[in-house]
């Protein structure tokens, strides 16, 4: 027979043994960084009416140390949705990255893109976009900033070409909010989502869980995703893919954009 001094003996030494496990779990976390802070090695753009690696007007660029989404050489935003792409797809990770809005929206760019970025997940490879074609098939992490006076949660989902479960239900409204706060000025934002193949996507605003969803499908009703089905022959599913960052006609800085593989 166990003693109770003995059975709180036990108790103690397995919690601290857990207390010493989840510490080295979190100092072993193997953070990457995928922005190098210097140019955009390992980043290609594609910006719509433009083919795939051209970026004329140097929308994405890197100076200061920060990642920078300019327009500048920009007369008019005419549509030109752009995004700037990452070299290696995943399956399971967390990608943490900061940003923030700064400047004024470039003449022509649509009411609801103040202050509105994004990324993109489960994407698409960017080769097999056409020219004038606007959003890749992916999953979004919404990026945006409040306007000084109204609230505008942070960090929604948005689904060109795609799908979500929600509670066990097939939800096809192209986006959803989050239950984040207004995160207003021009401070800097931290943004995590944290992605498990085809299981669950998870986004987090300043450390918060602000949404969670399930099973991202491709659109089966969408000309774009409906040649990646056929591709796949009739697969919908959607487990991985590329990593994209957007610009969308206001200016944004992002910093530390980071990610630390899962085990599948």
Same mark, same amino acid.
């Not at 027979?1 to 080295?24: E, G, K, Q």
């Given at each position: 027979?166990?003693?109770? &001094?003995? @059975? &709180?003996?036990?108790?103690?030494?397995? !919690? @601290? /043994?857990?207390?010493?496990?989840? /510490?080295?779990?979190? #100092?072993?976390?193997?953070? @990457?960084?995928?922005?190098?802070?210097?140019?955009?090695?390992?980043?290609?753009?594609?910006?719509? %009416?433009? #083919?795939? +690696?051209?970026?004329?007007?140097?929308?994405?660029? !890197?100076?200061? +140390? !920060?990642?920078? !989404?300019?327009? #500048?050489?920009?007369? #008019?935003?005419?549509?030109?949705?752009? &995004?700037?792409? %990452?070299e290696t797809p995943y399956s399971h990770y967390r990608l943490r990255l900061e940003y923030r809005f700064t400047g004024e929206q470039v003449k022509g760019g649509p009411r609801w893109a103040f202050r509105n970025s994004g990324i993109m997940v489960h994407g698409q490879d960017p080769a097999t976009m056409i020219a004038n074609q606007d959003f890749p098939v992916s999953i979004e992490v919404q990026l945006l900033g409040g306007d000084g006076k109204r609230d505008r949660t942070n960090a929604n989902l948005c689904t060109p070409g795609t799908h979500v479960f929600m509670k066990e239900k097939l939800v096809k409204k192209h986006c959803i909010n989050s239950s984040s706060k207004t995160f207003h000025g021009d401070d800097w934002v931290t943004v995590e989502v944290e992605v498990r193949g085809h299981e669950v996507i998870r986004h987090f605003a300043e450390g918060d869980l602000v949404l969670s969803y399930q099973k991202p499908v491709l659109d089966a009703e969408d000309a774009n995703a409906e040649k990646i089905i056929d591709k796949a022959g009739g697969n919908i599913e959607l487990s991985g893919g590329t990593i994209s960052l957007q610009s969308e006609s206001h200016p944004v800085e992002f910093r530390k954009v980071e990610i630390l593989v899962l085990v599948d």
């Open positions: 027979m166990i003693s109770r &001094h003995s @059975l &709180h003996l036990r108790l103690l030494s397995s !919690v @601290l /043994a857990l207390t010493s496990s989840l /510490a080295i779990t979190a #100092e072993d976390e193997n953070w @990457l960084p995928l922005f190098n802070g210097k140019d955009l090695t390992g980043w290609t753009p594609k910006i719509r %009416y433009e #083919e795939y +690696g051209n970026d004329s007007r140097k929308t994405f660029r !890197v100076e200061d +140390g !920060v990642l920078k !989404v300019s327009y #500048e050489n920009y007369t #008019e935003f005419n549509e030109s949705f752009g &995004h700037l792409f %990452y």
